[in-house]
Every structure is written in C-alpha cells, then in structure tokens.
C-alpha cells in the first residue's frame, strides 16, 4: 500500500504533501529533523492521509495536490479542520 499524506507545521502552520508507503515512520522522520524540507519548522502534525494500491497512482495524486489547483482542492476538503484549527 502507498499513501499520499498532508502534514501541517505546529510552528508556522504551512503545509507539507508527500508520499510513503508508511505514513507512521515517515511522519517520525519529519519530526526527527530527517528532511531537509521540513526540519526548520517541527513539530508536525498528520492531518490527512489516502491510501493507493499503485505507487503511480500516489505519485500521480501527489503531484495534483502540490498544484494550484490540488491547494485549493485541499482547503475545501479539509476546510472544517482549517476553520477549526485557525481559531
């Protein structure tokens, strides 16, 4: 199994999408400091994740989500938890 997964900075609130096939140790790795793209601003926190059968479709999925158009798709999925978390 393959996951797309969206982690949100505790420090600033930005948003982080990547793919794994283990969301648990990768979202370990994050708060390690492990990736370069991440280390300056943990702790993170899993907000959402999907599971894919296929790497490509992960990958493909991915990929729309880092788009402007996948960004917006996310706020409007995930909008309660942004209203929620933002007061």
Request: proline content about 1%; overall charge positive; cysteine-free.
């Amino acid at each position: 199994m393959f996951f797309v997964y969206i982690i949100r900075s505790e420090v600033n609130r930005s948003l982080y999408i990547g793919s794994t096939d283990n969301v648990d140790r990768r979202l370990k790795e994050h708060n390690f400091g492990e990736s370069l793209a991440t280390k300056l601003y943990r702790p993170y926190k899993l907000i959402y994740y999907e599971g894919f059968l296929i790497i490509k479709d992960a990958k493909a999925r991915e990929r729309f989500l880092k788009s402007g158009w996948g960004r917006r798709s996310i706020k409007k999925m995930l909008r309660f938890y942004f209203e929620g978390a933002s007061s």
